[in-house]
């Protein structure tokens, strides 16, 4: 498959002129009326799979825009891109490389090639390694320069080898050892780092620097300025770095020059895109907090969605589906953002790191062949965990004059059960959604102040939304960022020149 062939714009295909017609027709139906013409829709337009029960019943969608939504991708080949990503061709083409963040996930006995090499098993070498220094500092065997064991880690990076990281560990805190301080450091701004380290023993810490090139220049500032921290606390000996700082690079000699043995340089490939990395060797601090055991369970979450995507009928795709419909709000209903609203204060960073997942991938202004697309690429994306947003931003999604679709995501079990909180936690969920889809009618508002209260009430309803029910975090983080990755590399039909998306437009 030649990626970089000119094809049909995607507003000219068939498929999407029929969707621009039935868009008109449905574009006023209400929620209210399909689920009355539908009891059975809050069953039926559901998927369950892989440990994620997806509801997606409250879409301002019929059967027939679903089908006309999967007719679109199959017509744009996304089986074929599908398959070329998983075979490892070089679907990225402007830098001419492979997308493989699956292999990063991939058992043992896997085979993924790349230029005529099966790359698993360089992967699980350095899941070895990244498990051998882990379980090192965990246990106190690595010793700092004054001998003390480390009891605080500081990764160092900034996007993908920031974001990622930061969202794992808050997202898996319940399993990470307490005994262990973790912070990171990404801005360049002198504070971020004065304060992750100001109540720190330079004897007790260790930096991770994540750069894969080591020479990012607000990674590098920050390491130079931890290095000149660290030095100044040990009293200067040059000697103390190589036991306080380990790498996550490709550039071995730049690493070297910095002090840091290259025996603790843990390495990753250039078919990894950064935003994509929190489960390679990005993922150190991570698998350092929680241990290579449930870092392992993380990644075969990973996998599980992976072979989900590759396998599953498009019309049952976790995916696909959220593909498809992020597509139709966009650019039909021209909705320009997605709110994303974790009931699970342990996914609290999980919408920032979306951003850089969904607008890295979908922010471009050419399509594969380079010529301008002739549609609206990826929406905003942005949340907070819920119940706090209910008392901040809901009003306007509820009673604004935009439409912004939103993502629930809630998990029927709690790690912390309190009483009567995860009760009214999933309450308001149930609340939020229902309300969204159905509105309250406007009753009779007479006259005076009582109905002009009662008409700042009211609500129209028939704002879309999804609820994601995870039965569990640990390895379900890994089903959720994997589903929603693949969800934002398939979703604009291959409107990206630099990334990896997945499908010819």
Request: glycine share 8%; hydrophobic share 40%.
């Amino acid at each position: 498959m030649n990626m970089k062939s000119a094809v049909k714009p995607l507003t000219e295909r068939q498929t999407w002129k029929v969707l621009e017609a039935h868009y008109q027709k449905v574009r006023d139906l209400h929620l209210r009326k399909l689920f009355a013409d539908d009891p059975t829709r809050g069953e039926r337009m559901t998927v369950d799979a892989v440990g994620l029960y997806l509801d997606y019943s409250k879409n301002r969608v019929t059967d027939e825009t679903l089908k006309l939504l999967v007719q679109l991708a199959e017509e744009c080949g996304l089986r074929g891109r599908i398959d070329a990503m998983f075979r490892g061709e070089k679907i990225n083409i402007t830098e001419n490389r492979a997308v493989l963040h699956v292999a990063l996930r991939a058992p043992k006995e896997a085979s993924i090639v790349v230029d005529g090499e099966n790359v698993v098993p360089q992967v699980h070498a350095v899941l070895d390694k990244m498990a051998d220094f882990s379980n090192r500092v965990r246990s106190g065997a690595w010793k700092g320069y004054t001998g003390k064991r480390i009891r605080n880690v500081i990764n160092v990076g900034i996007g993908g080898s920031d974001l990622g990281p930061v969202m794992a560990y808050e997202a898996l805190k319940h399993y990470s050892d307490r005994s262990m301080t973790f912070r990171f450091v990404s801005n360049v701004d002198g504070t971020d780092f004065a304060e992750a380290v100001h109540d720190l023993d330079p004897a007790e810490t260790l930096f991770i620097i994540s750069s894969k090139t080591f020479t990012t220049l607000e990674t590098m500032t920050n390491a130079r300025t931890a290095r000149d921290w660290l030095l100044a606390g040990l009293g200067g000996d040059e000697k103390a770095v190589a036991k306080h700082f380990v790498a996550v690079s490709t550039n071995a000699s730049e690493v070297a020059k910095f002090g840091i043995d290259t025996a603790n340089m843990f390495g990753f490939w250039d078919w990894v895109g950064g935003r994509y990395s929190m489960d390679s060797a990005i993922g150190l601090s991570t698998m350092i907090a929680i241990g290579p055991d449930n870092f392992r369970a993380m990644l075969d979450g990973f996998h599980q969605m992976d072979e989900h995507f590759r396998t599953t009928p498009f019309e049952r795709n976790l995916p696909v589906l959220m593909g498809l419909l992020a597509v139709w709000y966009n650019d039909f209903f021209g909705a320009a953002t997605v709110a994303v609203l974790p009931y699970e204060q342990y996914l609290k960073r999980f919408p920032a790191y979306l951003q850089q997942l969904t607008m890295e991938s979908n922010g471009k202004h050419v399509t594969l062949d380079g010529s301008k697309v002739p549609c609206d690429t990826s929406p905003v994306y942005w949340g907070e965990p819920g119940t706090n947003g209910q008392h901040s931003f809901y009003q306007l999604i509820h009673q604004g004059t935009r439409l912004i679709p939103c993502d629930f995501i809630a998990f029927y079990q709690t790690l912390n059960p309190l009483g009567r909180h995860h009760d009214i936690l999933l309450a308001n969920v149930f609340a939020q959604a229902e309300a969204l889809a159905f509105g309250k009618h406007r009753a009779s508002q007479g006259g005076g102040h009582a109905g002009l209260a009662r008409a700042h009430r009211v609500f129209e309803g028939n704002r879309p939304s999804n609820t994601f029910w995870p039965s569990g975090l640990l390895r379900n983080l890994g089903k959720l960022v994997a589903l929603t990755s693949t969800a934002s590399l398939h979703r604009r039909f291959g409107t990206s020149t630099r990334s990896t998306s997945g499908v010819s437009s």
